[in-house]
């Protein structure tokens, strides 16, 4: 009974909606929007920065909107094969329901298909009109006033596994010009590229001529109220599609080609850099320099979006002797303010550049970066990026140059599905066979284990080889995924992978709980489990295992974590001090093994043994360095340069040593 008169109530909604005058052939009723002018944007506070200016806007042309979404029913009369995707996470199943899992690409196919169809010009709205169309005159943070009603709420929180909700169209009042579901329900494509505001009065805008997003509008369901009101900005790769986004249509001309929004600032990390080959020189004597801060604030003037949190570095050297170093910036972790900043170590410079925007999809989680020099001219980034806020729903992208990283190729979906098993990991490598491999977590949680991805064709595609496979992390058992987060691996002299990861943590016939350690003879499609020698990691650490230049494979963690202890309380590592002497040292080590991780015989924790009070940034905080004290947390990352040198980075300092330094029983030069 209820079914039904739901039913009967869905009809009656459609036949008066539809019944309004202005409905075309697909039922789309269209509401007609006055030409006018209003001020469009905000004062752009905080991580709404790219809200200001405000600037006074001019529509000159009238133009019909869609009182709705586009729904399925609807969008499926162009492509049938959409119905594949009502029900996915119990969203979207009815035929009134707005379509989702569009692309930019699907949106503009559809106007095309039916502008043919209908012999008269249907678009997307330009960022403008949309934004003019959904204030209806109003100049409140939504076209209802300073909030919105409770009606119009559908789950608007950050959550990690989406929250099944309703999407029928219509179900509230429409604004005073007739539009529904201007703010929340899903997302709408627009057909600007995303570019910053300018101050002056603009007629007719229509974005940047071109660009890396395509915006979009309206915030929707499962996501914080803040992100629907009018003037939020958000965008997306034009290839991405999800759960949250579906469009709506305009008829009428395209707007006449006038002013448009300048393009994005080049940033300084990507600025004036040298494309002269370096002529690396190796210095076989033991080196240690002295740690710097990598993380330099940019001015306050600066506009670029610098937060309190800086974390989950990664860094790789370039061919004109730079260093390049990239982090995620972010008030908080799940944030959907998170940016990825980048610096720059230019060749000669003692002190890295300040901190500048290296990439950023608006208004999206961005958790989890990788740089790679592929020693064949070219530099691969891979990033995650979220449907929303946190961190589990995360696309995996790639983008690569070969300027040293003064351009980069517009962002590729190589993990186009927003899911678990793409939280990438810094730590990139290249197989003897050629093959790139690229690590991220299997998990949001703080175990869980790592996914390996793998491409045979420089890049090209990528495949997950254990997706889907059981995992239960126990000594001499078997699973798809690598035992432990944020792991890192290497490649054997044996063409075996082997892996060592945070979490997931084995027992050893000692009943001690070990870093786990796991093995893969099938390129990842399977990894056998023991336990390592290691103590394990906990919050706010990440490891590094890499093989180096000079054929050791070398791992660098911490001896413990300095409040959350595991082993009866068990801190600290044993090592040698430069007298020969045994001593108790704890926080940052290395470990080095030439026999494929069988044995370690050097163990060294990374301090030349001066005090210093430094900086770590993100978890680590302020530290004290000296004889037996090293970093006691960070996330790690590492690269070596073809000096040899070995480039490591915590969440907040860098340091440089050299292999003859970790094997020397002094800590000189």
């Known amino acids: 009974m209820k079914k039904t008169l739901t039913l009967i109530y869905s009809c009656l909604f459609s036949a008066i909606l539809y019944s309004q005058g202005n409905s075309n052939s697909l039922n789309i009723n269209l509401v007609d929007i006055p030409q006018g002018y209003f001020w469009m944007g905000s004062e752009g506070k905080s991580e709404n920065f790219d809200e200001a200016p405000l600037h ?64 008269i010009t249907y678009r997307l709205p330009t960022e403008a009109e949309w934004e003019y169309a959904c204030r209806a005159g109003t100049y409140t943070p939504y076209w209802t006033g300073i909030s919105l009603p409770d009606s119009f709420l559908k789950n608007q929180k950050l959550y990690r596994d989406p929250v099944s909700v309703s999407l029928q169209v219509g179900q509230t009042r429409p604004n005073t010009l007739g539009l529904y579901d201007m703010h929340g329900n899903i997302e709408e494509w627009c057909s600007d590229w995303y570019a ?22 309206g915030g929707s369901h499962g996501t914080p109220v803040e992100f629907l009101r009018s ?53 076989n004597t033991p080196i240690f320099k002295e740690p710097v801060n990598y993380i330099i604030p940019p001015d ?31 008030n908080q972790e799940n944030g959907r303010e998170m940016v990825i900043l980048g ?26 970066s990788a740089l790679f020099n592929d020693k064949q001219g070219r530099l691969i980034h891979t990033n995650g990026v979220e449907a929303a806020g946190d961190w589990q729903n995360l696309a995996m992208v790639q983008r690569t140059s070969a300027d040293n990283g003064a351009t980069w190729s517009k962002p590729r979906l190589i993990g186009p599905e927003h899911k678990k098993r793409h939280q990438v990991i810094s730590g990139t490598i290249r ?33 997950d080889p254990g997706e889907g496979k059981a995992n239960n992390f126990t000594e001499g058992d078997k699973g798809g ?31 001690l709980w070990r870093m786990p350690m796991s093995i893969s003879s099938d390129l990842g499609e399977s990894w056998t489990y023991s336990a390592s020698i290691f103590p394990p990691i906990d919050g706010g650490q990440r490891l590094v295992l890499m093989k180096l230049n000079e054929g050791p494979i070398m791992l660098i963690s911490f001896t413990n974590h300095p409040y959350r202890l595991k082993n009866n309380g068990e801190r600290g590592m044993e090592f040698t001090n430069p007298k020969g002497e045994k001593y108790n040292g704890e926080g940052m080590y290395a470990a080095l093994s030439w026999d494929d991780g069988k044995t370690w015989p050097v163990k060294k924790l990374i301090t030349d043994g001066k005090e210093r009070l430094l900086y770590g940034q993100a978890w680590t905080g302020f530290f004290l360095m000296n004889e037996t004290q090293a970093e006691p947390q960070g996330y790690l990352a590492a690269t070596q340069s073809p000096d040899n040198i070995i480039h490591l980075i915590s969440s907040g300092i860098h340091y440089q040593f050299n292999l003859e330094w970790l094997t020397n029983k002094s800590n000189s030069k």
């Open 481 to 511: 995924s690598i035992a432990g987060i944020h792991a890192g691996i290497v490649e054997l002299s044996n063409g075996n992978l082997m892996a060592l990861g945070r979490g997931d943590a084995i027992q050893n016939k000692d009943s």
């Open 431 to 463: 197989t003897k066979a050629g093959y790139l491999i690229q690590l991220a977590d299997a998990s949001p949680e703080s175990n869980g284990g790592t996914a390996m991805h793998i491409s045979k064709d420089n890049g090209q595609t990528w495949q």
């Open 300 to 330: 306050c003037n600066s506009n670029i979006p610098f937060y309190n949190h800086n974390h989950c570095p990664s860094i790789t050297w370039c061919d004109n002797g730079d260093l390049l170093a990239i982090w995620f910036s972010a």
């Open 196 to 217: 910053p505001y300018e101050s002056q009065e603009q007629t007719n805008p229509l974005g940047a001529k071109d660009g890396l997003y395509k915006v979009t509008r």
């Open 56 to 119: 006074k806007v001019y529509i000159t042309e009238p133009f019909k909107m869609g009182a709705t979404e586009i729904t399925n029913a609807q969008y499926e009369a162009f492509d049938p094969s959409h119905k594949e995707y009502r029900g996915k996470y119990g969203f979207s199943e009815n035929n009134d329901d707005a379509a989702i899992y569009i692309s930019y690409k699907d949106a503009i196919a559809f106007c095309e298909w039916l502008s043919k169809k209908e012999g």
């Open 231 to 283: 003037a939020n900005r958000m965008a997306m790769i034009p290839e991405d599609k999800h759960w949250l986004t579906g469009f709506r249509v305009v008829q009428g001309e395209h707007p006449e080609i006038g002013y448009y929004s300048k393009s994005e600032t080049i940033p300084f990390c990507m600025q004036d850099v040298n494309q002269a080959k370096f002529d690396w020189k190796i210095d």
């Open 343 to 368: 610096s720059r170590l230019r060749n000669g410079n003692a002190t890295w550049d300040p901190a500048s925007l290296f990439f950023k999809v608006p208004d999206r989680n961005m958790t989890g």
